[in-house]
Every structure is written in C-alpha cells, then in structure tokens.
C-alpha cells in the first residue's frame, strides 16, 4: 500500500549532521572516477542534503526523482 504523500515536510528530509572528516571522504567518494555510480550519487546526495539544500533542488541537481533522493536520505539519515 503506497504511502500518501505529507506535503512540504516531506521536502524537508534531512540527514545528520556530518563532520569534516565525514564530508572529506564523502568529497572523495564523489571525486573518485572509479567504483559504484549508486555510491557515488548516493555521497552527492548527501552531500547536498547536509548542505541544507531541500529535497527538489537535489533532485533536479542529481537528475533524478524526488522520490529516489526522499530514499537515499532516508537510507543515510540514520548512518
């Protein structure tokens, strides 16, 4: 059964706070010409949620759906 959608809240999903060392390996993630595309889009992602960027504004920098981000953030919030 599909969950409704809430609304703005919904957009504001965010993910913890990160720390340097966090986002440094987060960069090189990123960065790296090798290795998974799921991880290195996933690190973006986060990357951009913890920048404080909302959820459509990721989605349209990442070229992909608000409900593919909405996951990944919910993935990672916890991490």
């Known amino acids: 059964m599909p969950i409704p959608e ?3 809240v919904t957009d ?3 993910v913890r706070e ?3 060392d966090e986002g440094r390996h987060l960069v090189r993630i990123v960065r790296r010409g090798s290795g998974s595309v799921v991880t290195r889009r996933r690190a973006q992602m986060v ?3 913890a920048q404080g960027m909302d959820v459509p504004a990721i989605a349209k920098v990442a070229f992909t759906s608000q409900d593919r981000v909405r996951h990944h953030e919910a993935g990672s919030a916890g991490a």
């Open 6 to 8: 809430t609304g703005p």
């Open 18 to 20: 990160i720390d340097d």
């Open 12 to 14: 504001r999903l965010r």
């Open 47 to 49: 990357l951009l949620s």
